[in-house]
T-cell receptor, first 116, second 113 residues
Framework: GAVVSQHPSWVICKSGTSVKIECRSL??????MFWYRQFPKQSLMLMAT?????????EQGVEKDKFLINHASLTLSTLTVTSAHPEDSSFYIC????????????FGQGTRLTVV | AQSVTQPDIHITVSEGASLELRCNYS??????LFWYVQSPGQGLQLLLK??????LVQGIKGFEAEFKRSQSSFNLRKPSVHWSDAAEYFC???????????FGTGTRLQVTL
């Protein structure tokens, strides 16, 4: 299957700082990427959908100004958690879909963010 | 609105025993159903998916799932569990492309030797 890579795998940051998480499609061009958040012992919740070259579409309740998503190229999307607080600590996972609506999305390995 | 229910939060089985993980869904259109496995600190790996056709779907690692429209269920099964199967299992429903998925809360599988 196609490979989606996230970086970093884990990160610890101080409260008030910003953290950038990268999601790359390694062997295909990802026209659409999805960002999910997973709280400990809970399920994944979709945060936003990003299409290459356009603004991301955020799910209800997700703060656009806090979770900045950029999808500037067909192989890279970034999620920046701005002014991070301890409650932002979570596991963030991206998935990427190449081609048109008929193609499958593949998941990255996730990034564990801890804000101290 | 679409939703997925996994009634069992935690299941423990002995190695070699059979396994069934339950999943019930609610979806307004034709449901596309998925089972994923997640090892600790890792991303998701697709085990199998159902789009249409034969209601018994075979997946990787010896897993299978049966779609029952009348019961709105998509239960995951394995005849003989291996210790390496210990992980978190998520059922999901969504579009055919596995995008914008709605996940269940997951079932944690523990395997005893």
């Amino acid at each position: 299957g196609a490979v989606v890579s996230q970086h970093p795998s884990w990160v610890i940051c101080k409260s008030g700082t910003s953290v950038k998480i990268e999601c790359r499609s390694l062997d295909f061009q990802a026209t659409t990427m999805f960002w999910y958040r997973q709280f400990p012992k809970q399920s994944l919740m979709l945060m936003a959908t990003s299409n290459e070259g356009s603004k991301a579409t955020y799910e209800q309740g997700v703060e656009k100004d806090k979770f900045l998503i950029n999808h500037a190229s067909l192989t890279l999307s970034t999620l920046t958690v701005t002014s991070a607080h301890p409650e932002d600590s979570s596991f963030y996972i991206c998935s990427a879909r190449g081609g048109g609506p008929g193609t499958e999305a593949f998941f990255g390995q996730g990034t564990r963010l801890t804000v101290v | 609105a679409q939703s997925v229910t996994q009634p069992d939060i935690h299941i423990t089985v002995s190695e070699g025993a059979s396994l069934e993980l339950r999943c019930n869904y609610s979806y307004g259109a034709t449901p596309y159903l998925f089972w994923y496995v997640q090892s600790p600190g890792q991303g998701l790996q697709l085990l199998l998916k159902y789009f249409s056709g034969d209601t018994l779907v075979q997946g990787i690692k010896g897993f299978e799932a049966e779609f029952k429209r009348s019961q709105s269920s998509f239960n995951l099964r394995k005849p003989s569990v291996h210790w390496s199967d210990a992980a978190e299992y998520f059922c999901a429903v969504g579009a055919r492309t596995a995008s914008k998925l709605t996940f269940g809360t997951g079932t944690r599988l523990q395997v005893t030797l």
